[in-house]
């Protein structure tokens, strides 16, 4: 959240009040005022109507700073959960990212050389989708030339099967080594 700089005011000031409030609470603590010398400060506070006047638009300008302060983030927007496959006389066809998403998984896990898949999908802003797949390899794995056939064969099992656009396949590989295989004696 990107905060303004009139919050950063706002927020400043108040902070100055409560540090001056929380040393006066400390100072009460520690008895550093005299009862009697308390008493009349507060006495003063309530006498007559522009000291009352002051202490009412004060708390009601500490109201509003907390209140825009509390309420002034900036809300992300929403991600969209699916994409257009084709609009046409009768209406629209939508289909849902994790539809889209359990395709990849399923594409994915197809391989024997793939031990494990974690994929995430965004719709584009101009039609279509990105992907982006995380995969752990069974060891002896050729990674340049499987990561190569999987985007290639993947983008070609979306399109035809969804009906959309791929943009961009990202592929990171997390583990590609062989697991430590347990000795027997």
Do not use: W
Request: hydrophobic letters at 50%.
């Amino acid at each position: 959240m990107k905060v303004k700089l009139f919050d950063k005011i706002l927020l400043a000031l108040l902070l100055i009040i409560a540090l001056g409030i929380s040393l006066l609470l400390v100072a009460l603590a520690i008895r550093l005022f005299p009862l009697v010398n308390l008493q009349d400060i507060l006495a003063l506070l309530y006498e007559g109507v522009p000291n009352a006047l002051i202490l009412g638009v004060s708390g009601l300008v500490l109201l509003a700073i907390t209140l825009k302060l509390m309420f002034s983030g900036e809300k992300k927007p929403q991600e969209p959960t699916s994409t257009l496959i084709h609009s046409g006389e009768l209406g629209a066809v939508f289909i849902t990212l994790s539809a889209i998403d359990a395709m990849i998984q399923k594409h994915c896990r197809a391989n024997s050389k793939i031990r494990d898949v974690v994929s995430m999908v965004r719709a584009s802003r101009d039609g279509g989708v990105t992907i982006s797949v995380r995969l752990s390899l069974l060891p002896e794995t050729e990674i340049p030339l499987l990561t190569q056939e999987l985007q290639l064969s993947l983008k070609e099992y979306i399109e035809k099967h969804a009906g959309i656009n791929v943009r961009e396949i990202g592929i990171l590989i997390e583990n590609a080594s062989s697991t430590p295989t347990g000795r027997v004696d």
